[in-house]
Protein backbone atom coordinates (compact mmCIF):
# COMPACT_ATOMS: atom_id res chain seq x y z
CA UNK A 1 0.00 0.00 0.00
CA UNK A 2 3.09 2.53 1.12
CA UNK A 3 4.18 1.93 -2.42
CA UNK A 4 1.25 2.92 -3.96
CA UNK A 5 1.05 6.25 -2.36
CA UNK A 6 4.78 7.03 -3.22
CA UNK A 7 3.79 6.00 -6.81
CA UNK A 8 1.05 8.95 -6.62
CA UNK A 9 3.28 11.34 -5.25
CA UNK A 10 5.95 10.40 -8.15
CA UNK A 11 3.80 10.91 -11.10
CA UNK A 12 2.68 13.99 -9.93
CA UNK A 13 5.82 15.73 -11.32
CA UNK A 14 5.66 13.12 -14.51
CA UNK A 15 2.31 13.98 -16.64
CA UNK A 16 0.88 11.91 -18.50
CA UNK A 17 -2.22 11.17 -21.07
CA UNK A 18 -3.31 11.19 -24.63
CA UNK A 19 -5.27 12.66 -27.99
CA UNK A 20 -5.62 14.36 -30.60
CA UNK A 21 -5.13 18.01 -30.48
CA UNK A 22 -7.52 18.63 -32.72
CA UNK A 23 -10.07 15.74 -32.26
CA UNK A 24 -11.44 13.82 -29.45
CA UNK A 25 -11.16 10.21 -30.94
CA UNK A 26 -10.04 8.25 -28.10
CA UNK A 27 -12.34 5.64 -26.51
CA UNK A 28 -11.36 6.62 -22.53
CA UNK A 29 -8.16 7.99 -22.76
CA UNK A 30 -8.79 11.68 -21.47
CA UNK A 31 -6.89 14.53 -23.91
CA UNK A 32 -4.89 16.64 -23.15
CA UNK A 33 -5.65 20.24 -24.60
CA UNK A 34 -8.53 21.89 -23.36
CA UNK A 35 -11.43 23.57 -25.07
CA UNK A 36 -11.10 26.93 -26.32
CA UNK A 37 -12.38 29.80 -23.49
CA UNK A 38 -16.42 30.47 -23.81
CA UNK A 39 -16.63 27.03 -25.60
CA UNK A 40 -18.97 23.61 -24.76
CA UNK A 41 -18.24 20.53 -25.44
CA UNK A 42 -20.51 17.67 -24.75
CA UNK A 43 -18.68 14.11 -25.16
CA UNK A 44 -22.02 11.33 -24.88
CA UNK A 45 -22.22 7.70 -25.96
CA UNK A 46 -23.01 4.20 -25.06
CA UNK A 47 -21.01 1.32 -23.47
CA UNK A 48 -22.14 -2.51 -23.32
CA UNK A 49 -19.98 -4.56 -21.24
CA UNK A 50 -20.19 -8.45 -21.12
CA UNK A 51 -18.10 -10.18 -18.20
CA UNK A 52 -18.39 -14.36 -17.74
CA UNK A 53 -16.58 -16.10 -14.96
CA UNK A 54 -16.34 -19.68 -15.80
CA UNK A 55 -16.74 -22.59 -13.17
CA UNK A 56 -15.95 -21.25 -9.81
CA UNK A 57 -15.03 -23.06 -6.96
CA UNK A 58 -18.84 -24.41 -6.76
CA UNK A 59 -18.85 -25.45 -10.21
CA UNK A 60 -21.02 -22.31 -11.57
CA UNK A 61 -20.79 -19.75 -14.18
CA UNK A 62 -21.36 -16.13 -13.07
CA UNK A 63 -22.26 -13.44 -16.02
CA UNK A 64 -22.52 -9.78 -15.20
CA UNK A 65 -24.04 -7.41 -18.18
CA UNK A 66 -23.32 -3.72 -17.54
CA UNK A 67 -25.20 -0.94 -19.97
CA UNK A 68 -23.81 2.75 -19.83
CA UNK A 69 -26.75 4.85 -21.36
CA UNK A 70 -26.05 8.62 -22.21
CA UNK A 71 -22.84 8.37 -20.08
CA UNK A 72 -21.93 12.40 -20.99
CA UNK A 73 -18.87 14.69 -20.74
CA UNK A 74 -19.73 18.20 -19.91
CA UNK A 75 -16.45 20.47 -20.19
CA UNK A 76 -16.87 24.60 -20.74
CA UNK A 77 -13.99 26.33 -21.33
CA UNK A 78 -13.50 29.27 -18.62
CA UNK A 79 -10.13 30.52 -19.12
CA UNK A 80 -7.25 29.55 -21.93
CA UNK A 81 -5.88 26.56 -20.14
CA UNK A 82 -8.31 26.01 -17.93
CA UNK A 83 -11.62 24.34 -18.56
CA UNK A 84 -14.77 22.91 -16.26
CA UNK A 85 -16.16 19.78 -16.39
CA UNK A 86 -19.41 17.55 -15.33
CA UNK A 87 -19.31 13.87 -16.22
CA UNK A 88 -22.32 11.35 -15.24
CA UNK A 89 -24.21 8.40 -16.49
CA UNK A 90 -27.39 6.36 -16.11
CA UNK A 91 -25.86 2.51 -15.61
CA UNK A 92 -28.21 -0.58 -15.75
CA UNK A 93 -26.16 -3.81 -14.24
CA UNK A 94 -27.56 -7.24 -14.43
CA UNK A 95 -25.68 -10.72 -12.34
CA UNK A 96 -26.69 -13.77 -13.36
CA UNK A 97 -25.50 -16.60 -11.07
CA UNK A 98 -26.79 -19.85 -10.04
CA UNK A 99 -29.93 -19.82 -11.52
CA UNK A 100 -30.74 -15.94 -10.01
CA UNK A 101 -30.88 -12.79 -11.77
CA UNK A 102 -30.57 -9.70 -9.88
CA UNK A 103 -30.89 -6.12 -12.26
CA UNK A 104 -30.05 -2.72 -10.54
CA UNK A 105 -29.67 0.66 -12.47
CA UNK A 106 -29.69 4.26 -11.65
CA UNK A 107 -27.88 7.56 -11.75
CA UNK A 108 -23.56 6.87 -11.06
CA UNK A 109 -20.51 8.62 -11.70
CA UNK A 110 -21.69 12.19 -11.14
CA UNK A 111 -17.90 13.88 -11.26
CA UNK A 112 -17.59 17.83 -11.61
CA UNK A 113 -14.07 18.37 -12.41
CA UNK A 114 -11.87 20.92 -13.47
CA UNK A 115 -8.46 20.53 -16.33
CA UNK A 116 -5.47 22.75 -16.31
CA UNK A 117 -3.24 22.71 -19.49
CA UNK A 118 0.34 23.04 -18.30
CA UNK A 119 2.25 23.16 -21.34
CA UNK A 120 1.37 23.11 -25.03
CA UNK A 121 4.17 22.07 -26.88
CA UNK A 122 2.64 22.60 -30.42
CA UNK A 123 3.39 19.85 -33.08
CA UNK A 124 6.96 19.55 -32.19
CA UNK A 125 7.11 18.78 -28.25
CA UNK A 126 4.23 17.26 -25.57
CA UNK A 127 0.95 18.87 -24.45
CA UNK A 128 1.00 18.20 -20.48
CA UNK A 129 -2.33 18.70 -18.47
CA UNK A 130 -3.70 17.51 -14.88
CA UNK A 131 -7.35 16.75 -14.77
CA UNK A 132 -8.79 17.03 -10.79
CA UNK A 133 -12.10 15.88 -10.03
CA UNK A 134 -14.28 14.16 -7.22
CA UNK A 135 -17.05 11.73 -7.00
CA UNK A 136 -19.84 12.60 -5.24
CA UNK A 137 -22.05 10.26 -2.60
CA UNK A 138 -25.28 10.65 -4.85
CA UNK A 139 -27.10 8.97 -7.14
CA UNK A 140 -28.25 5.14 -7.33
CA UNK A 141 -27.80 3.57 -3.59
CA UNK A 142 -26.25 0.56 -5.47
CA UNK A 143 -23.48 2.83 -7.62
CA UNK A 144 -22.94 5.41 -5.36
CA UNK A 145 -19.51 5.75 -2.74
CA UNK A 146 -20.49 6.11 0.42
CA UNK A 147 -18.31 9.13 0.84
CA UNK A 148 -16.31 11.92 -1.84
CA UNK A 149 -13.77 10.28 -3.75
CA UNK A 150 -11.06 12.80 -5.46
CA UNK A 151 -9.60 11.70 -8.60
CA UNK A 152 -6.19 13.18 -9.34
CA UNK A 153 -4.78 12.83 -13.30
CA UNK A 154 -1.76 13.57 -15.41
CA UNK A 155 -2.06 14.40 -19.19
CA UNK A 156 0.88 13.61 -21.92
CA UNK A 157 0.17 13.74 -25.48
CA UNK A 158 2.52 13.84 -28.12
CA UNK A 159 1.84 14.23 -32.01
CA UNK A 160 3.79 11.90 -33.80
CA UNK A 161 5.14 13.99 -37.36
CA UNK A 162 1.98 14.19 -38.60
CA UNK A 163 1.86 10.47 -38.59
CA UNK A 164 -0.98 9.81 -35.89
CA UNK A 165 -1.28 11.00 -31.82
CA UNK A 166 0.20 8.94 -28.88
CA UNK A 167 0.08 9.63 -24.93
CA UNK A 168 -1.09 8.18 -21.73
CA UNK A 169 -2.80 8.83 -18.52
CA UNK A 170 -1.70 7.96 -15.25
CA UNK A 171 -3.53 9.34 -11.80
CA UNK A 172 -5.26 7.54 -9.08
CA UNK A 173 -8.69 8.28 -6.83
CA UNK A 174 -9.19 6.91 -3.17
CA UNK A 175 -11.76 4.20 -2.58
CA UNK A 176 -14.19 5.53 0.29
CA UNK A 177 -15.45 1.75 0.99
CA UNK A 178 -11.82 0.94 1.73
CA UNK A 179 -9.53 4.06 2.18
CA UNK A 180 -7.12 2.99 -0.11
CA UNK A 181 -5.59 3.88 -3.37
CA UNK A 182 -6.69 2.94 -6.60
CA UNK A 183 -4.08 3.56 -9.30
CA UNK A 184 -5.47 3.91 -13.07
CA UNK A 185 -3.94 4.46 -16.15
CA UNK A 186 -4.48 4.29 -19.82
CA UNK A 187 -2.00 4.64 -23.43
CA UNK A 188 -3.11 5.31 -26.47
CA UNK A 189 -2.03 5.13 -30.30
CA UNK A 190 -3.86 7.08 -33.01
CA UNK A 191 -3.29 7.18 -36.72
CA UNK A 192 -5.00 8.42 -39.73
CA UNK A 193 -7.07 5.30 -41.50
CA UNK A 194 -8.69 7.64 -44.74
CA UNK A 195 -9.74 11.11 -45.17
CA UNK A 196 -11.62 12.71 -41.60
CA UNK A 197 -11.22 9.03 -40.10
CA UNK A 198 -8.73 8.30 -37.58
CA UNK A 199 -8.32 4.89 -36.42
CA UNK A 200 -6.70 4.07 -32.70
CA UNK A 201 -5.53 1.11 -29.99
CA UNK A 202 -5.87 1.57 -26.41
CA UNK A 203 -4.74 -0.08 -23.08
CA UNK A 204 -6.22 0.87 -20.13
CA UNK A 205 -6.89 -0.55 -16.20
CA UNK A 206 -6.26 0.15 -12.48
CA UNK A 207 -4.39 -1.33 -9.78
CA UNK A 208 -5.96 -1.84 -6.42
CA UNK A 209 -4.89 -3.47 -2.99
CA UNK A 210 -6.62 -6.60 -4.25
CA UNK A 211 -7.26 -6.79 -7.91
CA UNK A 212 -5.72 -5.69 -11.14
CA UNK A 213 -8.09 -4.84 -14.30
CA UNK A 214 -6.62 -4.26 -17.54
CA UNK A 215 -8.29 -3.97 -21.21
CA UNK A 216 -7.79 -3.45 -24.55
CA UNK A 217 -9.99 -1.95 -27.04
CA UNK A 218 -9.62 -0.40 -31.11
CA UNK A 219 -11.92 1.64 -32.96
CA UNK A 220 -11.96 4.82 -35.09
CA UNK A 221 -13.47 8.05 -35.01
CA UNK A 222 -15.19 10.13 -37.87
CA UNK A 223 -14.73 13.78 -37.94
CA UNK A 224 -18.32 14.90 -39.47
CA UNK A 225 -18.09 18.89 -39.20
CA UNK A 226 -16.49 21.09 -37.02
CA UNK A 227 -19.10 20.87 -34.33
CA UNK A 228 -19.97 16.73 -34.67
CA UNK A 229 -17.84 13.52 -34.48
CA UNK A 230 -18.50 10.33 -34.30
CA UNK A 231 -16.61 7.31 -32.47
CA UNK A 232 -17.33 3.01 -31.97
CA UNK A 233 -14.41 0.98 -30.46
CA UNK A 234 -14.69 -3.29 -29.38
CA UNK A 235 -12.76 -4.49 -26.55
CA UNK A 236 -11.79 -7.09 -24.25
CA UNK A 237 -10.66 -7.78 -20.63
CA UNK A 238 -6.74 -8.79 -20.66
CA UNK A 239 -7.65 -11.34 -17.54
CA UNK A 240 -7.78 -14.51 -19.13
CA UNK A 241 -10.19 -16.01 -16.32
CA UNK A 242 -12.83 -14.00 -17.86
CA UNK A 243 -14.35 -14.00 -21.33
CA UNK A 244 -15.69 -10.42 -21.81
CA UNK A 245 -16.21 -7.73 -24.53
CA UNK A 246 -16.71 -4.16 -24.30
CA UNK A 247 -18.41 -1.75 -27.01
CA UNK A 248 -18.71 1.79 -27.18
CA UNK A 249 -20.62 4.25 -29.64
CA UNK A 250 -20.26 7.75 -29.16
CA UNK A 251 -20.50 11.37 -30.53
CA UNK A 252 -18.91 15.05 -30.14
CA UNK A 253 -20.79 17.80 -30.21
CA UNK A 254 -19.31 21.30 -29.99
CA UNK A 255 -20.84 24.30 -29.19
CA UNK A 256 -19.59 27.78 -29.42
Same mark, same amino acid.
Given at each position: MFKKYILFVLIGFFALSVQSYAQNYFAFTHEARVVPD $?? #?QIESGFIY???RFEKDRFGKDKIIRDVSALGTLARYGVLKNVELQLAFDYGNTTTEYAGITTKF /? !? #?? $? %? /?? +? %??????? !?? @????? #?SLHAAVKLPAGSEYYKPIDFEPVLTFIYAQKLGGKGDLGFNLGGRIN?? @?? $?? *? *?HYSGALGMPLFQNVTGFVEAFGDLTENTDNH???? +?? $???? /?? %??????? *?? /??LNPEVKSILVKIGFTLKIQ
Amino acid at each position: MFKKYILFVLIGFFALSVQSYAQNYFAFTHEARVVPD $NF #LQIESGFIYKQDRFEKDRFGKDKIIRDVSALGTLARYGVLKNVELQLAFDYGNTTTEYAGITTKF /S !G #LR $N %I /SP +G %IKYLMYD !GG @TKYPM #LSLHAAVKLPAGSEYYKPIDFEPVLTFIYAQKLGGKGDLGFNLGGRINSA @TK $NL *V *VHYSGALGMPLFQNVTGFVEAFGDLTENTDNHFFDA +GF $NAYV /SE %IVEFDAA *VG /SDLNPEVKSILVKIGFTLKIQ
